[in-house]
């Protein structure tokens, strides 16, 4: 069965717990199974709280690194 998905970025440029909220809420509601969430800053990222929301509203997630510039292979 295919599943289809989306950025975060779709909705935002940016991923906060706030930000996060509201793009779970407008994946779900656009009828997605899953959404690509960023993880722009690892050290603040409330996985228990967008685990619990997610959930909520019955959509799988996958992350990214939004690595820098210098982080990338050469």
Not at 10 to 26: K, L, M, N, P, Y
Not at 48 to 70: F, I, M, P, T, Y
């Amino acid at each position: 069965m295919l599943k289809f998905g989306a950025h975060a970025f779709c909705w935002e440029g940016d991923w906060t717990s706030e930000i996060g909220d509201r793009v779970i809420e407008q994946a779900a509601r656009a009828g997605l199974d899953f959404i690509e969430i960023p993880l722009l800053h690892p050290e603040n990222f409330d996985a228990k709280r967008h685990r619990r929301h997610l959930e909520s509203v019955g959509l799988a997630c996958v992350s990214s690194l939004g690595l820098s510039r210098r982080a990338h292979a050469a």
